[in-house]
Antibody
Framework: QVQLAQSGAEVKKPGASLKLSCKAS????????MHWVRQAPGQGLEWMGI????????TYAQNFQGRFTMTRDTSTSTMSMELSSLTSEDTAVYYC???????????WGQGTLVTVSS | EIVLTQSPGTLSLSPGERATLSCRAS???????LAWYQQKPGQAPRLLIY???SRATGIPDRFSGSGSGTDFTLTISRLEPEDFAVYYC????????FGQGTKLEIK
């Protein structure tokens, strides 16, 4: 069965950088794109970016360009993200999600709570 | 970027009733890559419907999706207690975006 296991909760100070990971299992990692989506407390879902695990090609949402990077390690079937210059507005639950090949997200990780506070 | 507007913001209904949720796009979702998700408190979203009308694996047939172009609908034919949650629509044309959500609450 498809599983996406995310790294644990983080507390960061403003200005710091954040690195999260998402380990995939139960399917061919390089056959499906992967995404990061975040959700601020009490708010809706915000798409951050997509990576093709086969070649590492990425596309980021305009809101995050310049401070957001997605990478992958095919040897461990793990996708990672790094978000820099954190502010309190980056406090959110961050989800990784597998692309369903029809423009949707068919499997989601459990989410990682990130708190940015001085 | 395509903006998705969901209505109503909150829908109050009783178990057994029919729920109709709307999602309107600012531009045509010409490829019909419109999906619906259910999210319960403290949980990740769950895919219900993709390509506007196809049910995802394991989704009960009381959930159905319809629409094309700029207007899409999620219908729950007879509400079960476990259906009360927040629902999001999502599109993928050139990029990806979500609607702001509709909260379905027990009346």
């Amino acid at each position: 069965q498809v599983q996406l296991a995310q790294s644990g909760a983080e507390v960061k100070k403003p200005g710091a950088s954040l690195k999260l990971s998402c380990k995939a299992s139960g399917y061919s990692f390089t056959s499906f794109n992967m995404h990061w989506v975040r959700q601020a407390p009490g708010q809706g879902l915000e798409w951050m970016g997509i990576i093709n695990p086969s070649d590492g090609a990425t596309t980021y949402a305009q809101n995050f360009q310049g401070r957001f990077t997605m990478t992958r390690d095919t040897s461990t079937s793990t996708m990672s993200m790094e978000l820099s210059s954190l502010t309190s507005e980056d406090t959110a639950v961050y989800y990784c999600a597998k692309d369903g090949n029809r423009g949707n997200f068919d499997y989601w990780g459990q989410g990682t709570l990130v708190t940015v506070s001085s | 970027e395509i903006v998705l507007t969901q209505s109503p913001g909150t829908l109050s209904l009783s178990p057994g009733e029919r729920a109709t949720l709307s999602c309107r796009a600012s531009q045509s979702v010409s490829n019909n890559y419109l999906a619906w998700y259910q999210q319960k408190p403290g949980q990740a979203p769950r895919l219900l419907i993709y390509t506007a009308s196809s049910r995802a694996t394991g989704i009960p047939d009381r959930f159905s999706g319809s629409g094309s172009g700029t207007d899409f609908t999620l219908t729950i034919s007879r509400l079960e207690p476990e259906d009360f949650a927040v629902y999001y629509c999502q599109q993928h044309v050139t990029s990806f975006s979500f609607g702001q959500g509709t909260k379905l609450e027990i009346k």
